[in-house]
């Protein structure tokens, strides 16, 4: 399993790039971290490679397919892309859990899921949460409760944000455990949390500027 990404470069809307030349490739359940400083585009970098946003120059191969080989429903449900806030939505987390279930996308791919109830156990998340609304949960319910539900579909590949955030040390490294079991490229402030968990690391460490030694901006330690 191998997802690639050639030479990703995103504009803003001024016409200047937020990043530029972006390479890098993933291998079986190795995990990315990406870093720096707020403002460089760590979250679109990430939202660009699930195909959530336009980018201007470069391409993304997963399994040496494009997104638009596998189409984009398609690609969405092999690489599965959590939010460091989950919008709030109406229902419960149950009913969306059951939701996604019944997408053309899941169906084609997943003949079998994993119980996303049995998954947040392991983070301290009582069974009753499920059924409560999505707007009577913390932060740090909202967060273990999306990625468990991320997890139980079986993606290939995850792409978090900031997926611990929210949570206090020890539940951290819980869903840190849960984590190394699978493939992610993984949004970071924590330098611990970056040396704990990355097998390789991506830093954007400038917004980027024409002209200038692209060294300064990006360092990819592949």
């Not at 740090?140 to 997926?163: N, T, Y």
Request: proline letters at 6%; glycine letters at 4%.
């Amino acid at each position: 399993m191998k997802l690639k990404v050639e030479n990703i470069s995103k504009l803003k809307l001024d016409g200047t790039y937020l990043f530029k030349d972006v390479s890098f490739s993933l291998y079986g359940k190795e995990i990315i971290t990406i870093s720096g400083p707020s403002g460089v585009g760590k979250t679109t970098l990430l939202k660009c490679i699930a195909q959530l946003v336009i980018y201007e120059e470069g391409c993304v191969f997963f399994n040496d397919k494009t997104p638009e080989e596998y189409g984009v429903p398609n690609w969405r449900t092999r690489i599965i892309y959590v939010p460091q806030r989950t919008p709030i939505m109406p229902g419960t987390p149950l009913e969306f859990s059951q939701k996604i279930r019944t997408f053309r996308s899941q169906q084609l791919i997943n003949k079998f899921y994993d119980d996303p109830i049995e998954i947040s156990g392991r983070w301290n998340i009582p069974e009753e949460l499920w059924e409560k609304n999505w707007n009577q949960l913390s932060g740090g319910e909202l967060q273990r409760i999306s990625l468990a539900i991320a997890l139980s579909c079986r993606p290939e590949i995850l792409l978090l944000d900031e997926p611990t955030s929210a949570l206090d040390p020890k539940t951290c490294h819980l869903v840190e455990n849960t984590l190394k079991d699978h493939a992610c490229i993984m949004v970071t402030h924590n330098p611990e949390q970056e040396k704990r968990m990355s097998t390789h690391r991506i830093v954007l460490k400038s917004p980027y500027v024409e002209n200038e030694n692209n060294n300064e901006h990006l360092l990819v330690d592949i």
